[in-house]
């Protein structure tokens, strides 16, 4: 798999055999650091999008949080989730609404991460159902229902498929298979659409959709 994958936090023996067991299951390249800054990106450069798993008993959320606002206003970055976070809801809505990809708790098997991470890796975000449904019900009492001023001229016809898709709750590689299209191209279409309506996620994205579309 074209990808790189990064868990950053303490280099304790625990994080460094995640990531091995990361790159053994999933064959992406997969490392241990103690800290990122935007110039490992360049370091990263061979994988389409790296993906950085950020310990949450790092103590360092703060710089997480500044590196999913920075992504949403670049429109690109690399893919970001939270691990061993606590099972705590308002957390989870936190990472959610900050534009994280994802996030996995500290009690969660390995197999899930896997599968969590696969799906991250395809463009698609990995949180709880709960937490999903409880996020939309809460866009929904505050955000104001559609109306005419929202621009839509900036979208190009195809990514106003691919927005409709997204809205329509289709997966990227579903996406790909009803428009035609490559996987990798659907991913290129979503982060442009992300830029170009400002929101951070997928989710945001599809509220978006059902309200100005």
């Known amino acids: 798999m074209n990808a790189h994958i ?4 303490p280099g304790t023996i625990q ?3 995640l990531a091995k067991y ?6 992406a390249a997969s ?7 935007q110039a490992d ?15 949450c008993l790092s103590n360092n959320l703060p710089k997480f949080w500044t590196m999913c606002s920075q992504r ?8 970001l989730a939270l691990i061993n976070a606590p ?3 308002t957390l989870e809505l ?8 994802g996030l996995f708790r500290e009690c969660d098997p390995p197999d899930l991460l896997i599968k969590g991470i696969a799906s991250i890796l395809h463009g698609d975000l990995w949180y709880s159902r709960e937490v999903l449904s409880r996020f939309v019900r809460d866009e929904r009492k505050v955000r104001p229902q559609a109306t005419q001023s929202a621009d839509t001229s900036t979208l190009t016809p195809r990514e106003r498929e691919v927005l409709e898709q997204i809205a329509a709750g289709a997966s990227n590689e579903e996406i790909a298979k009803n428009l035609f299209i490559s996987p990798s191209t659907v991913k290129t279409h979503a982060y442009n659409i992300y830029a170009k309506i400002r929101v951070p996620n997928r989710i945001q994205a599809a509220l978006w959709a059902v309200q100005n579309l």
């Open 6 to 9: 990064l868990v950053i936090g």
């Open 87 to 89: 099972h705590e809801l």
């Open 22 to 27: 990361i790159e053994d299951q999933i064959g």
């Open 41 to 55: 990106t360049a370091q990263v450069a061979d994988s389409r999008r790296p993906l950085l798993l950020w310990d």
């Open 15 to 17: 994080n460094r055999m």
């Open 94 to 101: 936190q990472a959610l609404r900050n534009g994280a990809d």
């Open 72 to 79: 949403a206003e670049n429109g690109n970055g690399p893919c």
């Open 31 to 37: 490392e241990c650091r103690q800290e990122f800054s």
